[in-house]
């Protein structure tokens, strides 16, 4: 049986930024297996589970994380970085980074520098006047220019939080990590796989890890123009915002809104109807920003039916902070929906 607690320590820790997943895929295809089911790649990138062919129904829960790209290496040996996703420099702030070249990670730190000057030219100075934006930030490698060459490093590198700052902290009844977006979601929907274990998966369902979420949905939109399903499930997290306050509980979140889509009103009553059954009491979601694998791809016609459940945090693309019996209760929601489209 599997333990969502030990499962999502062993995702946080580790990396998979965008366009660089493989490893966070690795670990997932070992727990696909380990429950008795094959799986696939496709050319993406995406992790598949379930008929080839026609799927009338598609639950995603996406494999990358929020991070950085090297955008130029200077002289000095500091690095220029780009957001890949909605990473802000004030949810990461000063900290150990990891840069992933080839072959051999090499640390980091992320910087904006001294705070002891007056001076327009300091980082420092402009924060107090504006907003802290990634142009002011630098990573210090501590290796000059052609020794970053030497090893890989280059416009296109990613750089990820530093392993010892991808732990998963224990709250009371509460989790707190970098990263249960979507790392959470994919312990989720392996939680959903093991309980259909017994009695097979439906026909016509499949369930996809996705790539390049956190960068537009990129993953899903290649796989949902390709099959076309009626329905897609994305698991995500549930922010807990001014238009939605709750206190971060085990209770699902369904989002009926986001910045792309809209669920229908029917599929709202099927939610309803399978979590009464459940005696779950779900967190209702309109949310004015956002989107997930299921709202990108509904909005651009590559399914009929966006549905996105999700799981309640605090701090969302920080240190997000859930219920440790949040993805259990995702889990059994999924499937009983699954069992009601499928049936």
Request: net charge negative; hydrophobic share 45%; glycine share 10%.
């Amino acid at each position: 049986m599997l333990d969502s607690l030990e499962l999502l320590k062993e995702l946080v820790a580790i990396p998979g930024p965008p366009g660089q997943e493989g490893a966070v895929r690795d670990a997932v295809v070992a727990h696909v297996l380990a429950l008795g089911y094959s799986s696939r790649i496709d050319a993406k990138g995406n992790l598949l589970v379930g008929e080839e062919g026609p799927a009338r129904v598609v639950v995603t829960a996406h494999l990358d994380e929020i991070a950085l790209m090297v955008s130029q290496v200077q002289p000095d040996g500091c690095l220029i970085v780009t957001p890949l996703g909605g990473v802000y420099p004030w949810k990461w702030g000063e900290q150990p980074v990891e840069i992933l070249a080839s072959p051999t990670a090499i640390p980091g730190i992320l910087s904006f520098g001294c705070i002891h000057t007056n001076s327009p030219a300091s980082v420092a100075q402009q924060a107090r006047e504006g907003p802290l934006t990634w142009d002011m930030a630098y990573i210090f490698t501590g290796l000059r220019a052609d020794e970053l060459q030497a090893s890989g490093v280059r416009p296109g590198t990613r750089v990820v939080l530093a392993r010892d700052r991808r732990l998963v902290q224990e709250i009371g009844p509460y989790v707190a990590s970098y990263f249960i977006d979507d790392r959470a979601d994919l312990v989720a929907m392996l939680l959903t796989l093991e309980a259909l274990g017994a009695r097979g998966l439906p026909s016509g369902v499949i369930f996809a890890a996705t790539v390049y979420e956190e960068t537009g949905g990129e993953g899903a939109r290649y796989l949902l123009h390709e099959r076309r399903p009626d329905v897609c499930i994305a698991l995500e997290i549930g922010p807990s915002v001014p238009e939605s306050p709750f206190v971060p509980d085990p209770q699902p979140t369904i989002w009926v809104h986001d910045g792309y889509s809209t669920s229908t009103a029917s599929d709202l009553e099927l939610l309803d109807e399978c979590a009464r059954v459940l005696g779950q009491v779900p967190h209702w979601q309109a949310l004015s920003r956002g989107g997930s694998d299921a709202t990108c791809t509904a909005a651009l016609g590559l399914c009929a039916r966006p549905i996105t459940l999700g799981l309640p945090v605090e701090n969302s693309h920080g240190l997000e902070i859930m219920h440790r019996e949040a993805p259990a209760q995702l889990a059994r929601l999924l499937v009983a929906l699954i069992g009601r489209l499928a049936g």
